[in-house]
């Protein structure tokens, strides 16, 4: 690693412990190099156990748990499938892998996930939908409670993608636990990691069965090769469970550290024109992967997105995201615009996207030609910044973080 590498304050990178080399050597030395062994069975049963569903199916990553959780829930082509507006692509994409329609629904301000008004208002201009998938952004916990009711209402099925929110608890129950399907990643950046790899959760034993055939070609119980349904493969490696199960132990300290570096955010920029992520504090416990903020609209200098580039212009007192994201690349420290909604994505451009208030697509036009509030998550967007959250940053680095941001807004 270069010394500017070693010196970067990252946004959220891996940060190992020791045991994970154990659980690898263990492998190695058995000679369980693949997709059978002890730390698959381990991470399996700690896992559930942990947050409390009866099955955990250990994948090779979290877009698989996602598609095997699309194919469960019966999703077929031409199936209109609901789905968070504001998230990653991967929360996506495993709906057109089975050839359903997304249906992208808008996020509310009080924890920037899917706004339970708008998936009503989705359930009524799209009756025919029978799925619908939930993520819980930057490890925030949606609004379960009220999601949760009007999905039961419309008898549909929930899948919840916990990828960024393992660890994260409402009322108490973890996520992954609220939907029929949770889906967990491990991957890189993630609050733990296994270098790669995810899990489904759910407490139905015919479909854990199922999901874990399907991950391993579909064979079926024969003396040779015989296959009766389409095959994946897409289960975990013995060795990247043993860097899985050297990781578990430390998920609670992991979750304590990405608090105190939120808190101490928030504690900075309490007298700036600036929030953080906001969460339902009474009932809800982040596992706070990433830390975020958002400009106030009165002090948001002048920034255009074009489909590639931006242009920005400072002004007095005021910054915009990616100001606070040059700064950042200044001081060798690490940040990422919020992610860019999926109605507006060129891909996804054709889908129908819901408003609290209805239908997006015909009414973003006519907002942006007169001027008026935006769609929320185009709006969090617009002024919105994840900031560096890796845990192996000092409080001395932070400081440089804080106060780099600090003079963004001078
Ligand atoms: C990381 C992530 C995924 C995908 O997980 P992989 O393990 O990288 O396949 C899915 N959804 C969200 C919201 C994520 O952040």
Redesign the pocket.
């Given at each position: 690693m270069s010394k500017e590498e070693s010196e970067k304050i990252w946004l959220s990178s891996p940060t190992m412990h020791g045991e994970e080399m154990e659980y690898v050597l263990e492998a190695y030395q058995s000679n369980w190099m693949s997709t059978l062994g002890a730390n698959i069975d381990a991470v399996e049963d700690w896992l559930a156990d942990y947050v409390g569903c009866k099955y955990a199916v250990a994948l090779a990553?979290?877009?698989?748990s996602?598609h095997l959780a699309m194919k469960l829930a019966g999703v077929k082509p031409g199936d209109e499938v609901l789905c968070s507006d504001l998230?990653?692509s991967?929360?996506v994409n495993p709906i057109e892998y089975e050839g359903g329609i997304p249906v992208f629904v808008d996020c509310e301000y009080e924890t920037w996930n899917m706004d339970p008004l708008a998936l009503e208002k989705a359930f009524e201009l799209h009756p025919s939908a029978k799925v619908v998938v939930l993520?819980h952004?930057y490890g925030t916990p949606a609004k379960l409670d009220e999601i949760v009711e009007v999905v039961r209402r419309h008898d549909a099925v929930l899948i919840e993608?916990a990828?960024?929110s393992l660890g994260a608890q409402y009322r108490g129950t973890q996520t992954g636990c609220f939907g029929k399907y949770g889906?967990v990643?491990?991957?890189g950046n993630?609050i733990i990691t296994g270098s790669?790899?995810?899990m489904l959760l759910c407490d139905d034993g015919e479909k854990a069965f199922k999901a874990r055939k399907w991950s391993t070609q579909s064979r079926e119980d024969a003396p040779w090769y015989q296959h009766e349904e389409l095959g994946y493969n897409y289960r975990m490696s013995n060795v990247v469970a043993g860097v899985v199960r050297g990781q578990l132990p430390h998920l609670r300290d992991h979750i304590e550290a990405k608090k105190t570096i939120f808190d101490r955010y928030r504690a900075a920029f309490a007298d700036l024109p600036i929030s953080m992520n906001p969460y339902e504090s009474d009932i809800s416990m982040p596992n706070h992967w990433l830390s975020c903020l958002l400009i106030d609209e009165a002090a948001l200098a002048p920034e255009v997105r074009g489909e590639r580039e931006v242009l920005y212009r400072s002004a007095c007192g005021k910054s915009s995201p990616h100001a606070i994201l040059d700064a950042l690349a200044s001081i060798n420290a690490e940040g990422r615009p919020i992610w860019k909604p999926m109605h507006s994505q060129p891909l996804y451009r054709n889908n129908p996207f819901v408003l609290r208030d209805g239908n997006g697509r015909a009414r973003t036009s006519a907002y942006a030609a007169a001027g008026a509030v935006s769609p929320a998550s185009e709006d969090v967007f617009r002024r919105g910044v994840c900031l560096p959250s890796d845990i192996k940053m000092s409080a001395e680095q932070q400081g440089k973080v804080i106060d780099v941001i600090r003079k963004c807004f001078e």
């Amino acid at each position: 690693m270069s010394k500017e590498e070693s010196e970067k304050i990252w946004l959220s990178s891996p940060t190992m412990h020791g045991e994970e080399m154990e659980y690898v050597l263990e492998a190695y030395q058995s000679n369980w190099m693949s997709t059978l062994g002890a730390n698959i069975d381990a991470v399996e049963d700690w896992l559930a156990d942990y947050v409390g569903c009866k099955y955990a199916v250990a994948l090779a990553s979290g877009t698989a748990s996602l598609h095997l959780a699309m194919k469960l829930a019966g999703v077929k082509p031409g199936d209109e499938v609901l789905c968070s507006d504001l998230t990653f692509s991967a929360t996506v994409n495993p709906i057109e892998y089975e050839g359903g329609i997304p249906v992208f629904v808008d996020c509310e301000y009080e924890t920037w996930n899917m706004d339970p008004l708008a998936l009503e208002k989705a359930f009524e201009l799209h009756p025919s939908a029978k799925v619908v998938v939930l993520a819980h952004l930057y490890g925030t916990p949606a609004k379960l409670d009220e999601i949760v009711e009007v999905v039961r209402r419309h008898d549909a099925v929930l899948i919840e993608d916990a990828a960024e929110s393992l660890g994260a608890q409402y009322r108490g129950t973890q996520t992954g636990c609220f939907g029929k399907y949770g889906c967990v990643s491990f991957n890189g950046n993630k609050i733990i990691t296994g270098s790669s790899g995810g899990m489904l959760l759910c407490d139905d034993g015919e479909k854990a069965f199922k999901a874990r055939k399907w991950s391993t070609q579909s064979r079926e119980d024969a003396p040779w090769y015989q296959h009766e349904e389409l095959g994946y493969n897409y289960r975990m490696s013995n060795v990247v469970a043993g860097v899985v199960r050297g990781q578990l132990p430390h998920l609670r300290d992991h979750i304590e550290a990405k608090k105190t570096i939120f808190d101490r955010y928030r504690a900075a920029f309490a007298d700036l024109p600036i929030s953080m992520n906001p969460y339902e504090s009474d009932i809800s416990m982040p596992n706070h992967w990433l830390s975020c903020l958002l400009i106030d609209e009165a002090a948001l200098a002048p920034e255009v997105r074009g489909e590639r580039e931006v242009l920005y212009r400072s002004a007095c007192g005021k910054s915009s995201p990616h100001a606070i994201l040059d700064a950042l690349a200044s001081i060798n420290a690490e940040g990422r615009p919020i992610w860019k909604p999926m109605h507006s994505q060129p891909l996804y451009r054709n889908n129908p996207f819901v408003l609290r208030d209805g239908n997006g697509r015909a009414r973003t036009s006519a907002y942006a030609a007169a001027g008026a509030v935006s769609p929320a998550s185009e709006d969090v967007f617009r002024r919105g910044v994840c900031l560096p959250s890796d845990i192996k940053m000092s409080a001395e680095q932070q400081g440089k973080v804080i106060d780099v941001i600090r003079k963004c807004f001078e």
